[in-house]
């Protein structure tokens, strides 16, 4: 038996040290967190896409009294970014959250096992790897890839 590990690559920024793209991309997922409809967990989660054709989408969680009905920020973007822009490939995805108070979180927040495998999906349609900015109050991720949250991916066989 051999002991190994996966190492996952990432950056921490600060807000300022983004480029222009990145903070217009972070500032619309944090805008998007206020449409989130969350009268259940109160936890408010928003997501913007930049597009390979220069648009951006954005999408908020959607509850539902029938849990699990409701749609998490990610997929809600990723599904709107595909059905309206279905020849246009994904290039980044910031996400952002505030918790049940109503404020920014803290540290980033990691989407959920089933957004990485929707945008996973995207990733691989793109052919390129899809950048993430994950988002706190004064910390940010930056990973290289979709993959790098979800190293042992089910994927096509």
């Known amino acids: 038996m051999k002991d190994t590990e996966v190492i996952i690559p990432f950056k921490i920024a600060a807000y300022d040290e983004l480029s ?3 903070r ?6 944090r805008q998007a967190t206020h449409r989130s409809y969350s009268p ?3 936890f408010r989660v928003g997501a913007a896409i930049l597009l390979d054709n220069g648009e951006i989408v954005t ?3 959607q509850e539902n009294v029938a849990y699990p009905s409701g749609t998490c920020a990610e997929r809600t973007a990723c599904f709107y970014a595909h059905a309206t822009y279905p020849q246009a490939k994904f290039v980044t995805i910031a996400i952002a959250a505030r918790d049940t ?3 920014e979180v803290t540290e980033p927040i990691a989407p959920c096992g ?3 495998q929707a945008l996973l999906e995207y990733e691989t349609l793109a052919g390129n790897p899809v950048r993430v900015i994950l988002t706190g109050a ?3 991720y930056l990973l290289p890839s979709v993959r790098s949250l979800l190293p042992f991916a089910f994927t096509e066989f």
């Open 101 to 103: 108070d109503g404020n």
């Open 114 to 116: 089933a957004c990485r």
């Open 24 to 29: 217009q991309l972070v500032d619309l997922a």
């Open 40 to 42: 259940y967990s109160h």
């Open 20 to 22: 222009d793209t990145d």
């Open 59 to 61: 999408g908020a969680n």
């Open 138 to 140: 004064t910390t940010l």
